[in-house]
């Protein structure tokens, strides 16, 4: 009976073992099938500086918009994660910086700093990026993940280039509205272009476009404890669509810093049921 016993327990050991292995197996392909590289552009003369990364026979490839101040990483290196959380699905990504978007605390590595930006710079980068990566990934879906003011550039881009989707993170739908508050903490960013920023932003309120997306599937996730951008933007916006898919995520605030594996799940989710 005893020997019967140790027979048995050497049995699981051997099967646990088993089990590890395979996953650390898996990791280790997923890893050598997920080609990452940095990416240069030029958009209007200035450098564009992204990462892709590429998963072998990927059927889909998600290309992220950041937010103001932010960079390819984004907050709490919200990019990178997804990155990873899509590629071990099998989506690509491609992530980048802004032209016009450095600022004395992020990485952005492209050309022109905060100062200087302007919501219709980052559209254009928009416009650029995705076409680019059209060109380049031709038989892939192109999915738009628009994090704040990045969202605020992925309806004005799925608006003027054919996308399989659209994705708003905590998105600026209604810029004008945004501007009710105090708005000196952008006047301190940017002293000398503060007004032109400001007309320009009110210029591409991206809420006067809903009309214009009809065909476009749209995914708007909101963080219930946003006091950024608040949730009733999403709430408004989705209401506009009619078709669209929202979810507010509770007690998430702007980057979902606590929420993270549920905005990533949601988001796999839409794009795995288109």
């Known amino acids: 009976m005893l020997t019967i016993l140790k027979d048995f327990v050497k049995s699981i050991q051997i099967f646990i073992s088993f089990s590890f292995f395979i996953k650390d197996l898996n990791i280790f392909f997923i890893n050598r099938l997920t080609m990452e590289k940095p990416m240069l552009f030029f958009n209007e003369g200035m450098k564009i500086s992204g990462i892709l990364s590429e998963v072998e ?7 992220f918009f950041h937010g103001f101040t932010g960079d ?27 032209r016009f978007s450095k600022t004395n605390y992020n990485k952005s590595e492209s050309e022109g700093t905060i100062e200087e930006m302007l919501p219709s710079a980052w559209i254009s ?15 892939k ?8 003011m990045g969202g605020l550039v992925g309806i004005h881009v799925a608006v003027n280039e054919r996308v399989d989707s659209l994705v708003l993170w905590s998105a600026v739908i209604d810029s004008e509205s945004l501007l009710s508050g105090s708005t000196e903490w952008i006047k301190n960013i940017m002293p000398k272009n503060y007004e032109a920023f400001i007309a320009d ?3 591409n309120n991206p809420i006067k476009l809903y009309n214009k997306l009809t065909n476009t599937p749209i995914l708007i996730v909101a963080g219930e404890k946003d006091v950024a951008v608040p949730a009733t933007q ?20 702007h980057v979902f810093s606590t929420r993270k594996n549920e905005l990533f799940e949601v988001t796999l989710n839409w ?3 288109l």
């Open 57 to 63: 026979g990927s059927k889909d490839i998600v290309i």
């Open 72 to 98: 390819k990483n984004e907050a709490n290196n919200l990019f990178v994660e997804a990155e990873n959380y899509f590629n071990r699905e099998s989506i690509s990504t491609f992530r980048f910086d802004f």
């Open 125 to 139: 980068d928009g416009l650029f990026i995705t076409r680019k990566i059209k060109q380049l990934f031709s038989k």
């Open 141 to 148: 879906k192109i999915h738009l993940v628009g994090l704040s």
């Open 201 to 203: 932003f009110v210029r």
């Open 234 to 253: 999403a709430e408004k916006f989705h209401k506009l669509l009619g078709k669209s898919k929202l979810v507010v995520i509770p007690e998430a605030d």
């Open 271 to 273: 794009i795995k049921g």
